[in-house]
């Protein structure tokens, strides 16, 4: 079945570095756009990057650009994001998510399938 797995959060003091990973299963992620999204407490879920396939051109939002960068991993079916000078506001669920079509999105309500969120916390 289409699956998509994320990984790789976890604990990160401010200022610091992570990068999270998104395996898809049951498709191969090369041919669609893929998407990073996260959720804090109290908030909605926030679109925070996404590559799309026609030109492999990348977004990011407002509030990660230049701290955040996106990979496509292919030979693994994966994606990274790499996530640099880490603070209080990054803290969150995120999820990696595609609109299983070949352009990115800005609207959640096009992203067909989601993984289940991993969880990273930028602590004091």
């Known amino acids: 079945q289409v699956r998509l797995v994320e990984s790789g959060g976890g604990l990160v003091q401010p200022g610091g570095s992570l990068t999270v990973s998104c395996r898809a299963r049951?498709?191969?992620?090369?041919?669609?756009?893929i998407g990073w999204f996260r959720q804090a407490p109290g908030k909605e879920r926030e679109a925070i990057s996404c590559?799309?396939?026609?030109?492999?051109?990348?977004y990011y939002g407002d509030s990660v650009k230049g701290r955040f960068t996106m990979f496509r991993h292919h030979a693994n079916n994966t994606v990274t994001l790499q996530m640099n000078s880490l603070n209080a506001e990054d803290t969150g669920v995120y999820y990696c998510?595609?609109?299983?079509?070949?352009?990115?999105?800005?609207?959640?309500?096009?992203?067909?399938?989601w993984g289940q969120g991993t969880q990273v916390t930028v602590f004091t």
């Open positions: 049951g498709f191969t992620l090369e041919y669609y756009a």
């Open positions: 998510a595609t609109p299983y079509d070949h352009d990115c999105s800005g609207e959640r309500g096009d992203y067909r399938y």
């Open positions: 590559v799309s396939t026609n030109d492999g051109s990348v």
